[in-house]
Each structure stands twice: as C-alpha cells, then as structure tokens.
T-cell receptor, first 114, second 113 residues
Framework: KAGVTQTPRYLIKTRGQQVTLSCSPI?????VSWYQQTPGQGLQFLFE???????NKGNFPGRFSGRQFSNSRSEMNVSTLELGDSALYLC?????????????FGEGSRLTVL | EDKVVQSPLSLVVHEGDTVTLNCSYE??????LLWYKQEKKAPTFLFML????IEKKSGRLSSILDKKELFSILNITATQTGDSAVYLC?????????????FGKGTHLIIQP
C-alpha cells in the first residue's frame, strides 16, 4: 500500500509570492491534516479535512488555506509569503473520522522563503 | 491552553544504554497521549496511551502514562544506532475530535556506537 505522498518535496519562493502544496493520502483514508514544523515552534496544527470539508483550523492567519477533493487528495495554499513561512509542511492521513490518533505522515514539503 | 513539555531536549548515549524520555502535559479535556518517532522527515506512530498505569510495549520500546501526575515516559532498552531520532509526544487538542494534535518540541536522541 503506497504511503502518503507530498509534492513538491522542496521549493524556494520569494516574499510576496504564493505556493500550493499537494498531498495524496493513503488509499481509503478520508481524513487529511496539515502541520507546519519549524525549529522554534515544533509541529503545529494547520487544518484538517474530512470528506471535502474543513473541520477545524489551527491558529494561523488567513493566508493559509486548503481544500480537499472528492478523491481525498488535499492541497494547501499560502499566499503573500513571509520569511517566517519557511518550514517543513507535513501532511498526515488517517482512516477514520478522527485525526487525533494514529496518523500516517508524508515526507513533507520543505519550503524556503527568500 | 493545551501544553506539552518534553525533556530532555537532547540526549547522547552509547549503544546498549537504556534511556528514559519524559513528557508532561496540561490539557483541559484529556483523551489520549501519543508518541511518534521522527527519523528524517515523516514522523511514525509508536504508541497511544489512554489509561493510567498500563504499559504499552513494542520490542525494546515501552511507554506508560500517569494521569494523576500528568506525564508519560518512553523507555528504550538496549539502544541501537537505529534508535537515533527525534521522539515526539502529542495530545489531542481539547476543543474536540477535529482539533488536531498538540506536539511537544521533541527529544533529539543520538546513539553513539
């Protein structure tokens, strides 16, 4: 069974640009969560989608958004990039309706903002 | 506000040693506590604990939860170089089932041969 796939793996952007990251969950998993990981703050919850609906959102500004498609694939978008958005963005999927148990993480997308 | 504090932040030991990693937490509505191992990029699930005093075990790794004192420990016996990783402790946020996990900063464990 293929794991969680995230693309792109690495990308470099400049301040003010926008970026879209993609996540394909494990087949059959309907819940997809996104996390931001930085050396200073650690892993922080961004948002979670289940059946194309955003069920909750972490404490991030409105520049961070996402969506989920009918095949459970998810994308997240960050607009008007700031230097502080440089981070590893991790996507995780889970089989059930809860996103607070065993999560299956992807390898992440490493974003560098210059 | 939910809080997870892990200690130590980093630890260097020799192969064969036993290590104990600590996780203390503050949460309004406790549901469970989870441990993850992050070697390079993708954290992988180790344990989920919900009941106090019951040890979860997987090979050389074990974990126990104390809900009265609000902490958990992760033990690794007979450590190997492959155990080198960041170990993350997490709790579900108090706001409900879809609030995500609140993670600690992690313990960076280095096993020297």
């Amino acid at each position: 069974k293929a794991g969680v796939t995230q693309t792109p793996r690495y990308l470099i952007k400049t301040r003010g640009q926008q970026v879209t990251l993609s996540c394909s969950p494990i087949s059959g998993h309907r819940s997809v969560s996104w996390y931001q990981q930085t050396p200073g703050q650690g892993l922080q919850f961004l948002f979670e989608y289940f059946s194309e609906t955003q069920r909750n959102k972490g404490n991030f500004p409105g520049r961070f958004s996402g969506r989920q498609f009918s095949n459970s694939r998810s994308e997240m978008n960050v607009s008007t990039l700031e230097l502080g958005d440089s981070a590893l963005y991790l996507c995780a999927s889970s089989p059930g309706q809860t996103n607070t148990g065993e999560l299956f993480f992807g390898e992440g997308s490493r974003l560098t903002v210059l | 506000e939910d809080k997870v504090v892990q200690s130590p932040l980093s630890l260097v030991v020799h192969e064969g040693d036993t290590v104990t990693l600590n996780c203390s937490y503050e949460v309004t509505n406790f549901r469970s506590l989870l441990w993850y191992k992050q070697e390079k990029k993708a954290p992988t699930f180790l344990f989920m604990l919900t009941s106090s005093g019951i040890e979860k075990k997987s090979g050389r790794l074990s974990s126990i939860l104390d809900k009265k004192e609000l902490f958990s420990i992760l033990n690794i016996t007979a450590t190997q170089t492959g155990d080198s990783a960041v170990y993350l402790c997490a709790i579900p946020a108090s706001g409900g089932g879809a609030d995500g996990l609140t993670f600690g900063k992690g313990t960076h464990l280095i096993i020297q041969p």
